[in-house]
């Protein structure tokens, strides 16, 4: 995230764990963990994705992507 962010690419966290929201935690799921959420949650970043993306720029973050893994 931090790299592709040095880059120029706004990324983001997505998808929080739904038992993390103030509804879930006053309705008394404040001490659930889920394993594999927890995983997801600090492991998957959201890459941009809206109608002005170009494909100039869907290139860029793919190589940038490839680039990051190679080193």
Same mark, same amino acid.
């Not at 040095?6 to 690419?9: C, F, L, R, S």
């Not at 959201?46 to 494909?55: A, D, I, R, V």
């Given at each position: 995230m931090?790299?592709?962010k040095?880059?120029?690419?706004g990324v983001n966290f997505h998808y929080p764990a739904v038992y993390s929201h103030p509804f879930y935690k006053n309705a008394d799921y404040r001490n659930t963990k889920l394993k594999n959420m927890e995983i997801y949650y600090n492991s998957c970043i =959201?890459?941009?994705?809206?109608?002005?993306? =170009?494909?100039k720029d869907i290139e860029l973050i793919g190589k940038l992507i490839i680039y990051f893994f190679k080193e």
């Open positions: 931090k790299y592709l040095n880059n120029g690419i =959201t890459l941009p994705c809206y109608p002005q993306l =170009t494909k």
